[in-house]
């Protein structure tokens, strides 16, 4: 089971998104929490990499200062491409290249 509306498609392991999961699934809660409990480390240890983002503070999340941060220095190679303020960023800076 997956908490969410899209299944992950990984050969030979059978997979079930159920929405809201996490709050149906006493398994999917848990899995929830330690994913998140995991991801949060992960940002803090990047934050001493990159510490113009604050990733101790926002855990890489839409914070309005995350946002500027990301504005003023553009996005970091950990930044995922998918978080639309990223890919926008990504697309204007390839517009200015093509001048």
Excluded: W
């Amino acid at each position: 089971m997956i908490d969410g509306k899209d299944a992950i498609l990984v050969p030979d392991v059978p997979c079930e998104a159920v929405v809201d999961g996490d709050a149906k699934s006493l398994s999917v809660a848990a899995a929830s929490i330690l994913a998140k409990v995991t991801r949060d480390r992960l940002m803090d240890a990047c934050a001493a990499a990159y510490p113009v983002y604050r990733f101790q503070e926002n855990k890489g999340y839409g914070t309005p200062e995350h946002l500027e941060a990301l504005r003023k220095h553009g996005p970091c190679e950990i930044h995922r491409k998918s978080f639309r303020p990223v890919r926008e960023l990504l697309c204007v800076q390839e517009v200015i290249d093509l001048f």
